[in-house]
């Protein structure tokens, strides 16, 4: 009975978010795009790869899941149903890039959006350098799973970065739960090697100390032993 009760409440609470939403209610609107933002759009990236399409497709995807939120009944949670939306939207994105294929320009890499923003360690100061090394690892993670087979990037991206469960992923995809983890496992296998690939030449650059590290230690060494002399 308990756990009934816990199950209630959320969707309670998310049937009156929709409610709000479907009355134009601004709060209720910030909210549902606020706290499925980072999921709808790496799961748009997996499939077009291409960060600035994927922030078109997420935004479609929304335009069309708010004009459709009164025929929401809530049979799934809202998250899952705004995904289907944006996994569709993706598709048919990709579809019709393949059928006129029309090059545009990289935006600048200053504007580009992040695809797998991980956090820093901690809350400790982070030198230029780190930030550097920090930032070469994340492109190359991108890289290694724009690389993957779609089928397999799809799966990683929603249950690795998404930690959406294995019925959710299923669900999305139109697979078996038996699929979802078979290509589960090849993709992580697939990213390993590559990863291995491209990171194993950097590890005789790991734990740097060199450039203005060095330089702010060897200057403060210099001035204790210069006045200790």
């Not at 009975?1 to 209720?28: C, F, N, Y």
């Not at 997420?58 to 289907?84: C, D, I, K, N």
């Not at 939207?89 to 294929?101: G, I």
Request: with cysteine; net charge neutral; glycine share 4%.
């Amino acid at each position: 009975m308990a756990q009934s009760l816990l199950t209630e409440q959320p969707r309670a609470a998310e049937a009156d978010l929709v409610r709000r939403a479907v009355g134009k209610d601004e709060a209720a609107i910030r909210s549902i795009i606020q706290t499925n933002n980072r999921r709808l759009y790496r799961v748009a990236r997996s499939i077009v790869r291409d960060d600035s399409e994927a922030e078109d497709v997420v935004q479609e995807a929304y335009l069309r899941a708010f004009s459709a939120l009164p025929e929401f009944r809530g049979e799934s949670s809202l998250a899952t149903w705004l995904t289907r939306i944006v996994f569709n939207e993706a598709l048919q994105r990709r579809r019709r890039r393949v059928e006129q294929p029309v090059a545009q320009p990289n935006p600048p890499p200053e504007t580009q959006s992040q695809v797998i923003p991980f956090p820093f360690a901690g809350h400790r100061t982070v030198d230029p350098e780190h930030v550097i090394a920090q930032r070469e690892i994340f492109r190359l993670m991108e890289r290694a799973i724009d690389d993957l087979p779609e089928d397999f990037r799809t799966v990683l991206v929603a249950r690795v970065i998404e930690d959406m469960s294995i019925e959710e992923t299923a669900d999305l995809l139109g697979l078996k739960p038996e699929t979802v983890k078979t290509r589960l496992h090849r993709a992580r296998r697939l990213l390993k090697s590559a990863l291995s690939d491209h990171i194993g030449p950097l590890f005789s650059d790991v734990f740097p100390f060199d450039g203005a590290r060095c330089g702010r230690m060897t200057e403060a060494l210099v001035k204790r032993l210069l006045i200790s002399a």
